[in-house]
């Protein structure tokens, strides 16, 4: 999920950037590669229990990575529009979309696996304003991008979708089951601890029912 997240902020930065878009939509995506990138040190740091040097590697060679990638994307995006390569243009400007709404699946497998959705509200509601807020912007461009709305409506779109499982599992009365079971001590209930007979108990009884 995050992977996915993480490349198709590659691209989508890659796009905006050769398509001269305004300059939050320039900045917008690289602020949620970082964001994101965040999320998998955290990841390595708290789950894989990575030590300090281990994860500051990681961090060099993705950041690495996505420079030189986001350098070789970005020509070649250029050399495309400037050829009128149309479809190779579409096909990069589409491709995020296209990684972002993957990334959500692992999500939706969870929760349905899991019947609870464990996503914060906030969050929820902030990338789904970030998606609305960016494709109005678009609108007061030198003409409206529809190859770069795709991106942002695939994100609300989705977000809606995960707010809705939300609340479905909370009316269920699933919401936060998991959570709930994890930290909660299990204990034995009253009725299962009178259904067992004390040995010696057992031996009295036998002793009464035996001929003298």
Known sequence: MLYLWFAGCLFLGTYNTAQELNIGLLIQPQLFAFFTLA????????????????????????????VGISIGVWKAEKLTIENHHDAATTFLGVLP??????????????????RSMEMAN?????????????????????????????????VVLFDI???????YFYVRGTQGAV??????????STSDKSSH?????????DAERSPA
Not at 179 to 188: F, G, K, L, Q, Y
Request: with cysteine; net charge positive.
């Open 97 to 114: 979309a296209i990684l972002i709404a993957v990334g959500f699946f692992p999500q939706f497998y969870v929760s349905f696996k899991q």
């Open 179 to 188: 959570a709930r079971t994890a930290t909660s001590t299990p204990r034995e």
């Open 161 to 167: 979708v995960l707010a809705l499982m939300k609340l």
């Open 39 to 66: 999320n998998i040190l955290q990841v390595y740091w708290h789950g894989y229990k990575w030590s300090i040097a281990r994860v500051g590697t990681a961090a060099a060679l993705l950041c690495g990575g996505y």
């Open 197 to 205: 007979t004390p040995p010696f108990a057992a031996d009295a009884q």
């Open 122 to 154: 906030l969050f929820l509601a902030l990338d789904a304003m970030g998606g609305v807020f960016s494709t109005i912007s678009l609108v007061f461009g030198r003409t409206f991008d529809y190859v770069a709305s795709i991106t942002y409506l695939v």
